[in-house]
Structure formats: structure tokens, C-alpha cells
């Protein structure tokens, strides 16, 4: 039963455009949600969180936003540029560190 | 150079054939985890230990066995036992004492096994 779900597989957009990747959790204890950029045969990088008093953190090009009432967050990233092209993962935790994450995004950033 | 390495970074084996995956960190951080990433799937966790001398199963754990025998070390074996042990393995560490529950992700290990 997955309780973190990244129903978009993939995504292609042009560079200088804004990258929108959404993610939906079902359960309602999480409190502290992660993205996570991948390159193939790498581990993941930590890219931007969020904890669940917010609703919006910023970090330069990286935005991420969380409705609670929709259990839904999303990452925007403008604007987009070619080393943007990687696999995005969302995650989320309700207590000892414990990560759910999400099937991942395949984001090309095209020219 | 503060971090967590994952040694082999390609691994062949025979089916029936125990393996063990290294994970060291030199991060000074309590915890530690091992997620296994199949295509089109998130990263599902294996083990994970807070402590040294302590862990407990993930969500996938049958056919591995663990150790925290260090701090810094946290080495994964896939026993035969394992019915599809062909994965992209990756060992992560966090500070438990920080106020984000953020884990940081080793290189990984691709293991095949024939």
C-alpha cells in the first residue's frame, strides 16, 4: 500500500520554463515531506523539505508547496535548465526518520 | 571529505551465493538505512538501525540480514534466501539528533546476480 504516489511518470518541458511535479501522501501523520533529485547509477540528492507547519518553503529556483487538507505538495522549479534533467522523488516521514518515498518523476528539460 | 561511500559500485554474483554490500559514513550520524531501487519504483527500505548494536526490518527485509557492530559502518547482506536480488542497492545516514529528518544517500551498489 503506497502512501506516497507520484502519479506523473515523467515530464518534459523547455529551459527557461517553470517544472511543476506534484506528489500526494494518504497518511495523515506524515509531518516532515523531502524532495530528492537522482541522477541514473547515483544516489539521491537532498533537494528541498518542507515540515508540516508550513506551507511553503523557497530555496533559489526551488519552491516547494504543501496543502494539508489536500495531502498534496508540489515542487516548482523556474526556470528550468538542462542539469534540472534528472529522476525527482518525493518523501515523507511521521517519526524516526522512517522515509516513504514516491515512485519518482523523469524530468527533460529540453532546449 | 565528510561522507558515505558504498563499496563495490558494480557487483556480479552467482545465484545461490550470499553477498555483502559495504556502507561506511564518516558523518558521525546515529542512524543509518538500506532502500533497494527497482525500475519504476521508489526506493523501498530494507533495514535501518538508530543505534549501534540495534536495527530493525523495513518493509522489504526478508531475504537480508544486517550489522551495526560501528557507528560507521552498516553492511547489508542478500542471502540466497532473496528471490530477486537484482537491484540498485543504496545506504543512507542521518543525524537523528538535527531537527529535519533528512537522510543522506551513499553513491549505491548495482548488483546482478546470474
Known amino acids: 500500500d503506497q502512501q506516497v504516489k507520484q502519479n506523473s511518470p515523467s515530464l518534459s518541458v523547455q529551459e527557461g520554463r517553470i517544472s511543476i511535479l506534484n506528489c500526494d501522501y494518504t497518511?495523515?501523520?506524515?509531518?516532515?515531506f523531502l524532495w530528492y533529485k537522482k541522477y541514473p547509477a547515483e544516489g539521491p540528492t537532498f533537494l528541498i523539505s518542507?515540515?508540516?507547519?508550513?506551507d511553503k518553503n523557497e530555496d533559489g529556483r526551488f519552491t516547494v508547496f504543501l496543502n494539508k487538507s489536500a495531502k498534496h505538495l508540489s515542487l516548482h522549479i523556474v526556470p528550468s535548465q538542462p542539469g534540472d534533467s534528472a529522476v525527482y522523488f518525493c518523501?515523507?516521514?511521521?517519526?524516526?526518520?522512517?522515509?516513504?518515498f514516491g515512485a519518482g518523476t523523469q524530468v527533460v528539460v529540453t532546449p | 571529505d565528510g561522507g558515505i561511500t558504498q563499496s563495490p559500485k558494480y557487483l556480479f554474483r552467482k545465484e545461490g551465493q550470499n553477498v555483502t554490500l559495504s556502507c561506511e559514513q564518516n558523518?558521525?550520524?546515529?542512524?543509518m538505512y538500506w532502500y533497494r531501487q527497482d525500475p519504476g519504483q521508489g526506493l523501498r527500505l530494507i533495514y535501518y538501525?538508530?543505534?549501534?548494536?540495534?536495527?530493525q526490518k523495513g518493509d522489504i527485509a526478508e531475504g537480508y540480514s544486517v550489522s551495526r557492530e560501528k557507528k560507521e559502518s552498516f553492511p547489508l547482506t542478500v542471502t540466497s534466501a532473496q528471490k530477486n536480488p537484482t537491484a540498485f542497492y543504496l545506504c543512507?545516514?542521518?543525524?537523528?539528533?538535527?531537527?529535519?529528518?533528512?537522510?543522506?544517500f551513499g553513491p549505491g551498489t548495482r548488483l546482478t546476480v546470474l
Open positions: 497518511n495523515s501523520m506524515f509531518d516532515y
Open positions: 518523501a515523507a516521514t511521521d517519526s524516526w526518520g522512517k522515509l516513504q
Open positions: 543512507a545516514s542521518m543525524d537523528t539528533r538535527s531537527r529535519t529528518d533528512t537522510q543522506y
Open positions: 558523518l558521525n550520524h546515529d542512524a
Open positions: 538501525s538508530q543505534i549501534v548494536n540495534d536495527f
Open positions: 518542507i515540515s508540516s507547519i508550513k
